[in-house]
């Protein structure tokens, strides 16, 4: 089993940034890849951004290439999402996973979820 906890949302204004944080402990791997996904209210969880422990590939969604980063510390079994230049669209509540294997945008795909941070941006 593998445990994921996010941290790092909150309440921010159109064209600023928040740092999200995904600690992953238990049974953690280097074969996993990680992945934010995020949910917003009347929506289908949609795919955010991937990264492969072992390789350190990585994966965005087209809306959001150039403003989020995605990136892993692990020492700390920990993956973060830099988000830059954030838009009321952006509005969602992310949720951190892992996935035993490499890079996929699918939510099917992923074995361990996270319970969510709410992060939400004011025009």
């Known amino acids: 089993q593998v445990q994921l906890v996010e941290s790092g949302g909150g309440l921010v204004q159109a064209g600023g940034s928040l740092r999200l944080s995904c600690a992953a402990s238990?049974?953690?791997?280097?074969?996993?890849?990680m992945g934010w996904f995020r949910q917003a209210p009347g929506k289908e969880r949609e795919f955010v951004a991937a990264?492969?422990?072992?390789?350190?590939?990585?994966y965005y969604t087209d809306s959001v290439k150039g403003r989020f980063t995605i990136s892993g510390d692990n020492a700390k079994n920990t993956v973060y999402l830099q988000m830059n230049s954030l838009k009321p669209e952006d509005t969602a509540v992310y949720y951190c996973?892992?996935?035993?294997?490499?890079?996929?945008?699918?939510?099917?795909?992923?074995?361990?979820w996270g319970q969510g941070t709410q992060v939400t941006v004011s025009s």
């Open positions: 996973a892992a996935a035993l294997g490499p890079l996929s945008r699918l939510k099917d795909f992923y074995d361990y």
């Open positions: 238990g049974r953690t791997s280097s074969s996993y890849s």
């Open positions: 990264i492969s422990w072992s390789r350190g590939n990585t």
